[in-house]
Structures are given as structure tokens and as C-alpha cells.
């Protein structure tokens, strides 16, 4: 087992695009599975349990936005999108369905590698800075064990994709600090962004959290906007809460 090879599923209906990922995949050390369309896809996944997915949009009988749909039904695994399409919009439109990230085609290889290796590196670390020893911090009706990373709001478990905990865990290991946006994404994505467009990877996953977390999505209590920068979580003390 100490020397099982992470799995990745690459989805996508170029044949070319699967043979090329698959060949550079395997060489770097991954155990790697395709599927040709969103119907093989679905059934692979579930045969196959890879540790991440790469997924196309365009693809026949089932695009990757129902595929994506479908994964997070049941599962949290890391699922990087493939998108040809120009619209900033449409590209969100995964994200926001549960995505972790995108590359858009035409993509470099060795850049889907290296974001292949963040997303992977940064759903398995665990601990941060400002996190108590017992690892467990409760505000309000919500509480995080960062050791389990696992999410209650009452007594009702909260499922987090890896990069989302992520995410909550960076703003509340820094509670009552503004952190931009680029940081964020460098801290959690693991990469600079090279356009404003890349830091809506961080806006559509703090969104996805409020949503799960809060009680007004709309009116946020714990995760604060810092204008014209980026975000913060609650000042602990400030809320009324103890740390366990």
C-alpha cells in the first residue's frame, strides 16, 4: 500500500488528447484510466475510484457539467475541467457546479501536470497556522475538526470538497485576517494567476462555502468580503466563540 500510485481518470472525447495524457500521465508515476465519453465516464469512475479526474466539457451523451453533477453526488474527489470555450462565463459554470479547478484547451501538458500535482498535494496536507492543538474550532452552529477535516453545522455533517476545506481551513487559520485573493490562490491552488480571470476560482469556491455554511449566503456572518482585496474569516473572539 505505501507504494500504491495515485489513480487519475481522464475523460475526454479526442482520442489524441487521452493517448497523449494517458503516455505523460503514466510517465511521471500515475495509474491512469480514460473514458471516451460522460456515460463511460460515469462507470469507470465508479469501477475504477481514481484519486482525481480530468474531465472535458464538450463531450457526447453526457457533458462534463452533468458528469461533474453526477461525481458530486457521491464523491469529493478533485476533478480538474477541460473547456475550449472562450466564455469567462461558461468556464465558471464548472466551478460552480463543484469543480476544484480548469485548463483551458488548447492547454500546455506541463501545465496540467503541475496542477495535476497542486490540487493532489493540497487535498492531502492537513494543519495550519492559527488552528488550536485539539484541531477543532466551533463558531456558532458550526464546527471544523481540521484533523478529520470534517464539517458540522449542528449536528448535521457538511460535505466539503478537499479543496474547500482547504480553503476554510487557510481563512480560519488566519480568522480576523484579509487575505487577497492571488494569495489565496497561490496558498490553496498552489499558482500565481496570470489573468484577473483566474482568481474567480477562488470567488466561485468561497461562494460554494457560503452557501453551505452560512445561514444568509447572501448576508455572510463568517466568511467576510475584504473589499477591493479578498476575504476573512470571522474574528473568532469577536463572535462570541470558544475554541474546544
Not at 477543532?136 to 476545506?165: A, C, H, P
Request: glycine share 8%; proline share 4%.
Amino acid at each position: 500500500m505505501e507504494n500504491r500510485k495515485e489513480k487519475i481518470l481522464v475523460v475526454d472525447d479526442e482520442a489524441s488528447i487521452r493517448r497523449i495524457l494517458e503516455t505523460r500521465l503514466s510517465m511521471i508515476g500515475y495509474d491512469v484510466v480514460t473514458a471516451a465519453d460522460g456515460e463511460e465516464a460515469l462507470e469507470t469512475f465508479r469501477n475504477s475510484n481514481p484519486d482525481l479526474v480530468v474531465l472535458d466539457v464538450m463531450m457526447p451523451k453526457l457533458d462534463g457539467y452533468g458528469v461533474c453533477q453526477e461525481f458530486r453526488k457521491e464523491s469529493n474527489v478533485p476533478i480538474i475541467m477541460l473547456t475550449a470555450l472562450g466564455d469567462v462565463a461558461d468556464r465558471i459554470t464548472g466551478l460552480e457546479l463543484g469543480a476544484d479547478d480548469y485548463v483551458v484547451k488548447p492547454f500546455s501538458p506541463k501545465e496540467l501536470e503541475a496542477r495535476i500535482r497542486c490540487v493532489l498535494r493540497r487535498v492531502d496536507k492537513s494543519g495550519g497556522s492559527g488552528i488550536p492543538n485539539s484541531g477543532v474550532i466551533s463558531i456558532g452552529n458550526v464546527k471544523i475538526d481540521t484533523n478529520k477535516r470534517q464539517v458540522y453545522k449542528g449536528d448535521r455533517r457538511i460535505r466539503l470538497t478537499g479543496m474547500e476545506f482547504n480553503l476554510l481551513e487557510l481563512l480560519v487559520s488566519h480568522a480576523g485576517e484579509a487575505i487577497s485573493r492571488s494569495d489565496i490562490l497561490q496558498q490553496v491552488w498552489g499558482y500565481t494567476p496570470e489573468r484577473l480571470v483566474d482568481t474567480r476560482v477562488v470567488d466561485v469556491h468561497v461562494s460554494r462555502l457560503r452557501a453551505k455554511l452560512e445561514e444568509d449566503p447572501s448576508n455572510p456572518e463568517l466568511i467576510l468580503t475584504a473589499r477591493s482585496m479578498g476575504y476573512q474569516f470571522q474574528r473568532l473572539g469577536d463572535f462570541g466563540e470558544n475554541e474546544k
